[in-house]
């Protein structure tokens, strides 16, 4: 039975050692149709997952993450990417989109008005934020916009790093999404940032403008495959109302 929520939360836990019993490929892939679906920053989708099943791959892809346990016994790895370098051809694939469902006759004003704001926020905002070269126009529109700033609030983050920041974020909660889904499911996940990138991007063939956000271990967790009790700081002292 699919645990719910909350059930899937308590439960996951990063698997540092798996059995060596087989988990459903299949099952796993509809585990990344819902990371597909997490929240991205202005619907740009700037990720690939790559779901690794291949044996060879794997044990490349264990050594690349230095043979820890957690890469070294899963059954499968998800390699989570970020494609910041895509974002023009996914800023496009959101103004066809946007076309396609106002393309009808009768709109109302509001629904024109909606539609040439968000076709505008793909083909000025996004280029105005996204396009640098060398790093040199994100500092230039950095300092610009923080000038702004001084008389009214601005969006800040303009720099290259910034929006890798952006990016890494975004992908983050669609591994959430990812492990969450799974922990639903009774596998088990561990995401790992101790790799070596380059690396691992050579297995995996990918461009030279993809990152690596993190490498997921799937599988069933061994009886000794979780190291020790959840530790949390207390819930007090992060929470806080305002």
């Known amino acids: 039975m699919e645990k719910t929520v909350s059930e899937a939360i308590a439960h996951r836990r990063s698997t540092r050692v798996y059995t060596d019993d087989p988990i459903d490929s299949e099952k796993v892939k509809q585990c990344l149709v819902n990371a597909s679906l997490a929240p991205t920053s202005s619907n740009l989708q700037l990720w690939e997952f790559y779901h690794v099943t291949n044996k060879d791959k794997l044990k490349r892809l264990a050594e690349a993450c230095f043979n820890q346990s957690a890469a ?117 996940t561990c995401p790992m940032e101790g790799s070596d990138t380059l690396r691992v991007k050579q297995i995996l063939k990918l461009p030279r403008g993809a990152e690596i956000n993190m490498v997921v271990g799937c599988g069933i967790r061994a009886n000794k495959g979780i190291y020790g009790p959840r530790f949390r700081i207390p819930f007090e002292e992060v929470y806080f109302e305002a």
């Open 72 to 188: 070294k016994t899963a059954q499968q790895l998800v390699v989570v990417v970020t494609r910041k370098d895509l974002w023009r051809k996914r800023a496009k694939a959101n103004v066809e989109f946007l076309n396609k469902v106002y393309n009808k006759e009768g709109l109302s004003e509001r629904d024109l008005k909606r539609k040439k704001m968000a076709i505008n926020y793909y083909k000025k905002l996004i280029p105005t934020i996204y396009t640098d070269f060398l790093g040199i126009l994100g500092y230039i529109k950095y300092f610009i916009f923080q000038i702004i700033g001084l008389f009214k609030p601005i969006y800040r983050q303009t720099r290259l790093s910034d929006m890798r920041i952006v990016a890494h974020k975004s992908a983050g909660l669609a591994a959430q999404n990812f492990m969450t889904s799974m922990a639903a499911i009774g596998y088990d």
